[in-house]
Each structure stands twice: as C-alpha cells, then as structure tokens.
C-alpha cells in the first residue's frame, strides 16, 4: 500500500531564516506530487505541483520554492522565510497515470510552520 | 475562475440528528467533485468523490452526496451523525480550466455533542 510521509510535523523558525520540508511517497512510481498549505477558514491553496523529477510548476508567486530531485521526493524550500510564510503546509500525490489528473489525491500529516 | 463555496463555516448537532453541508460551485462544464474529511489528529481525507454516473454517491462511514448539475451542487448528508464525526469537512472542485488543481472549499468544522 501507499504511504506519504512528511517532516518535521512542527517548526519554529526566526524571520530570515531558512526553510526545507520534505515529503516523501512509498509504494507507488511517478506519482503527481503538490504542496499545499492550509489558511484557518480558508481551505488549501495549491502552492506547487509536479508530474516528473525535476518538473515543477507554480501556482501562485511567493516567498518558496519547490523542487523534486527523486521521482517520489518532494521539497519545499525558502531561502528567507517572512512572518507571512506562518502556516499548515499538506503535502499530497496522486497516480501519475493521466494528466491532467483528476484522480483522489492522498495527504501527508502536514507540517505546521510558525515564522516568529 | 473556478470557486468553492461551502456556507457553514461551523456546525454543531447533537447526536442522532441529520446533517447537510452545503457545497456550491461556480463551473458549469464538466467536473471532478469531492469531499475530503480530517479528523482531530488525523491526515485530511477522502471521504467520497463523483467523477460520472449516478449522481447520488455514497462514501464511507455512512455518508453520501447528491451532485445536482441544474444547483452546481454537491451537498453531503448524513442520516444520524454519531460524535465521532466531529470533524472538518472540505469539498473540493476540479475541472473546466483547472483540470489539474483541486479548488477547495473554506471547509466546515462539525461538532457533534455527545
């Protein structure tokens, strides 16, 4: 069966400093992989998807950077986090059989971020 | 673009009694429907999905959910809500032009007192 895993589950870092979640995927091959984060009242927002090693796409311009340096490695980076970046960060796959995909996409536990 | 709305933003129900969660979208082309679930504690998921077919679609744990295409509509109902649904309950979207992102609903805590 599959398992996504991501850490750390909390992080308490400093303005300015930087920042590196991972998430990573067991049991299935090239899946679609996505980084979300979670607002209070105001659901997921899709921060970055990726169908391939090395292929990462944006969907909103911000202060973080996504990379996929194995096929089931997903990270989330910022080389400066802003008091903004506070948050829930998901982490999600999906079969990489179709894309564009419209399959059910599997979650992480999440990590929670506070920028201080 | 696409939106999600889900209306109530918090619920509280005894046991026993019957829930709807709204769940409005504004897309009229073809669409991917969800419900997602997460549990205190727990991962966030899925709790039941409409791709086609019969319109009336039934989840896990007792749940269903009804897609009306003429209301861009996809409520989710249960009979008699138990205390251990108390939850947040998201729905989410995809298709039209944004085949590939998951639209998703501000999401709905439910409690339900024991």
């Known amino acids: 069966s599959q398992t996504i895993h991501q850490w750390p589950a909390t992080l308490v870092q400093p303005v300015g400093s930087p920042l590196s979640l991972e998430c990573t995927v067991e049991?299935?091959?090239?899946?679609?992989l996505y980084w979300y984060r979670q607002a209070a009242g105001r659901g997921l927002q899709l921060l970055f998807y990726?169908?391939?090693?090395?292929?990462i796409s944006s969907e909103v311009p911000q202060n973080l950077s996504a990379s996929r340096p194995q096929d089931r490695q997903f990270i989330l980076s910022s080389k400066k986090l802003l008091l903004s970046d506070s948050g829930f960060y998901l982490c999600?796959?999906?079969?990489?059989?179709?894309?564009?995909?419209?399959?059910?996409?599997?979650f992480g536990p999440g990590t929670r971020l506070t920028v201080l | 673009a696409q939106s999600v709305s889900q209306h109530n933003h918090h619920v509280i129900l005894s046991e026993a009694a019957s829930l709807e969660l709204g769940c409005n979208y504004s897309?009229?082309?073809?669409?991917?429907l969800f419900w997602y679930v997460q549990y205190p504690g727990q991962h966030l998921q899925l709790l039941l999905k409409y791709f086609s077919g019969d319109p009336l679609v039934k989840g896990i744990k007792g749940f269903e959910a009804e897609f009306i295409k003429s209301k861009f509509s996809f409520n989710l109902r249960k009979p008699s809500v138990q205390w251990s649904d108390t939850a947040e309950y998201f729905c989410a979207v995809n298709g039209g032009d944004s085949n590939y992102q998951l639209i998703w609903g501000a999401g709905t805590k439910l409690i339900i007192k024991p």
């Open positions: 990726s169908v391939g090693i090395g292929q």
């Open positions: 897309y009229g082309g073809t669409v991917n």
């Open positions: 999600a796959w999906s079969p990489g059989t179709s894309w564009p995909s419209t399959d059910t996409q599997y």
């Open positions: 049991g299935t091959s090239n899946p679609n």
